[in-house]
Each structure stands twice: as structure tokens, then as C-alpha cells.
């Protein structure tokens, strides 16, 4: 995992959720813990939550608001840049050069509110790596959003094959019969296959369901043009995040590895900003029937996952509209390296060349 979690742009949030100068979260998803801290000059930062004294975790909270960061084993403090700022009896150790000793920083950047970490300091910018989606996410004005709500679901399959199942609509007349399939056409499909592994799959709304209320623009987003409301365009992100967008709401799904046969489902929704607390109830009739058809591809998965190991499921066989799978699969194997990858499995090149620059 390290060759591709460490190595690329992690979903970890919306910039809303640091709402005030000293606000910080602990993100674990890619391996080593990291603070992610809003600084008191506004800016978001992330480190490694390890003292530089012996290594115990600055803050032992998933999350809270604090003018400094200090370790609870030794006292050493940090401010909200990182910056040691106070160590108990500093005399006694010899040439303390407290300059030396912030907190190691992890590559943090925020585009259009949505926060990203790489544990790879010498990994490109995060816009050069989304590349063409950040142009065509842009309509969803995503300093605007709110988040409605979190779920977090352990499925027991393997993280590629939940990626898997979000970059098709192939299964959806058979796994989604009385609600997906009967709002979208899954015979109007456009994917595109864009850089690093990132991929668009647009499906047609139903003309005919368009007041049905997980695809009414009553309560929508007023800044999306005519794509988002004649389709439900989804959007992958490498290694792990899928984004299912509509015009009233949308969903941050994000598949991350406990072990070789299970993932943790992490699922973050998100709709234009509203007045007050309660969330209002288009929203949640929209998470109600999200919840329904969540459940089924969830139901889907483990007997998928035995049946996959068996030797009479290989080799696959991708049809052309089951595209992206292949565009995903070659890119986990260009983030793992040729070298390392067993003997025969590596996913062939043959569709290289039809990748959207």
C-alpha cells in the first residue's frame, strides 16, 4: 500500500470542518498519524503527530481547537505552524536547537475547499495532479458546500474492488432494479479516461423521473450548468475517492484498506450552504435513498470477494463500457511500479493511448 497511499493526493476533508485559527483533525487513513492544524495566520498545515523529543503523539484527540500542540508525554509545545515553542527543562539537553526541532510537515493543499495530504513531499502540485477535473468540477463551488453528514461502513472486500464497482453502470439493472436503475439510463453512458488515473462517467437522468427527489433541482446548487442537471456525473479520483455529483447534493465516497480483504467505506456528504442547524429535508430524503442503494452495492461486495479468489474467475473479462476498471487497474500498477508486480499481472497498455490529455 505504501507505493500508492503514500504517493498520491488523499481526500481528508472540506476546509469548512477547520472552521477557526487553531482547529485541527487527526488524519490515520494512509498510515502514520497526521494533525491537520489551521494555523493562526489561516492557513491549513498538516504533520506527522510525532513529538521530535521521543516520538509520542502530539495530540491523542481526533479532533479539537488549541493555541499549541502538546506532547503529553514530555510537555515539549508546538505552535499551529509546527514551531517548538517550549520544552520543560530545556538545559538539561546539550545544543537544543529548537529551530531545528518543528514538527515534520506532510504536503497539505486545498482546491476549491476540498482538503488533500501526500505523504510524498517531492509529489507534484494537487491541481497538477487532478489536472482537467479541477476545470470541469469548478461549477460546484466547493467553498460554498456544507457537510450533511458522515458514514463510515466495513466491507469485507478489497479496496479495489469497491473502486471497481463505483466506475460502472453496468450492474445497475441488476444490482439497483426499483431505484438507480430507474433513474438512470444506463444506455447513455459517456467515460473519459483522464491523466494519473482519474476518469469521468456521465449517465443520462430519466427524463420522465426528473422531479423525483434524488434528482429534483428544487433545492440545487445555482452555480452547475445544464451537464449536471440533464446527467449524474461521477467523477474518479486515484487511488480511492469516487464523487458522484449532482445538483442539489453530493458524495465524497472514499475506499480505504484495513486489510487484503477488507475496506473501510467512507462516505461524505456534502449540498450548498443552508441557514441554521437542522439539515434540511430535501437533503435527507436525498441521503435516504443514497442509504438504499449504498446498502445493495454493499451487500454485493463479499460474496464477490470469495467468489473472486476462486481459480474459475480468471482472468476477468472488461467489456468496453467497463473501461475505466482497466484505467484504474493500470494505474494502481504504474503507482506500484513493473518491477514489484508479480510475474503475469501486469494490466495491459492497450489503452494508453485514449487517455484525455
Not at 4 to 15: Q, S
Not at 126 to 153: A, K, S, T, W, Y
Request: proline content about 6%; overall charge negative; hydrophobic content about 40%.
Amino acid at each position: 500500500m505504501q507505493q500508492i497511499f503514500h504517493r498520491n493526493w488523499l481526500f481528508a476533508g472540506h476546509e469548512s470542518e477547520w472552521a477557526e485559527p487553531g482547529a485541527y483533525q487527526l488524519f490515520t487513513r494512509s498510515g502514520a498519524p497526521i494533525v491537520i492544524v489551521r494555523g493562526q495566520d489561516n492557513v491549513l498545515r498538516a504533520f506527522y503527530n510525532s513529538c521530535r523529543h521521543r516520538g509520542a503523539p502530539v495530540t491523542r484527540d481526533v479532533c479539537g481547537v488549541a493555541k499549541r500542540l502538546t506532547c503529553q508525554y514530555h510537555s515539549w509545545s508546538y505552535d499551529t505552524q509546527g514551531k517548538l515553542k517550549a520544552v520543560p527543562d530545556s538545559r538539561s539537553f546539550v545544543d537544543l536547537d529548537t529551530d531545528e526541532l518543528a514538527l515534520v510537515p506532510v504536503r497539505c493543499e486545498v482546491w476549491q475547499g476540498w482538503v488533500f495530504v501526500n505523504e510524498d513531499s517531492e509529489a507534484d502540485s494537487l491541481v497538477n495532479f487532478l489536472g482537467p477535473i479541477c476545470e470541469q468540477m469548478l461549477d460546484i463551488n466547493g467553498p460554498g458546500m456544507r457537510r450533511v453528514g458522515r458514514q463510515i461502513h466495513r466491507v469485507e472486500a478489497n479496496w479495489k474492488l469497491m473502486v471497481d464497482a463505483f466506475l460502472e453502470v453496468y450492474h445497475i439493472r441488476t444490482v439497483h432494479p426499483d431505484n438507480a436503475a430507474l433513474l438512470y439510463d444506463d444506455q447513455s453512458v459517456t467515460v473519459s479516461m483522464l491523466p494519473n488515473g482519474h476518469s469521468r462517467l456521465t449517465t443520462e437522468k430519466r427524463e420522465e423521473l426528473r422531479d423525483f427527489p434524488m434528482v429534483s433541482d428544487q433545492y440545487d446548487n445555482p452555480s452547475v450548468g445544464l451537464l449536471w442537471r440533464q446527467t449524474s456525473t461521477s467523477f474518479g479520483i486515484f487511488p480511492n475517492l469516487v464523487v458522484p455529483m449532482d445538483t442539489g447534493a453530493f458524495t465524497f465516497l472514499s475506499m480505504w484498506p484495513v486489510d487484503q480483504r477488507t475496506t473501510e467505506l467512507e462516505l461524505n456528504w456534502f449540498a450548498p450552504e443552508w441557514q441554521g442547524d437542522e439539515v434540511p429535508e430535501e437533503h435527507l430524503q436525498r441521503l435516504e435513498l443514497f442509504d438504499t442503494v449504498m446498502a445493495q452495492d454493499k451487500a454485493n461486495m463479499a460474496p464477490i470477494q470469495a467468489s473472486v479468489e476462486s481459480p474459475g474467475a480468471q482472468p476477468f473479462q472488461i467489456g468496453w463500457h467497463e473501461r475505466l476498471i482497466h484505467h484504474f487497474q493500470r494505474a494502481v500498477d504504474l503507482s506500484i511500479g513493473p518491477d514489484l508486480l508479480p510475474a503475469g499481472t501486469a494490466v495491459s497498455t492497450a489503452l494508453d493511448s485514449y487517455v484525455e490529455r
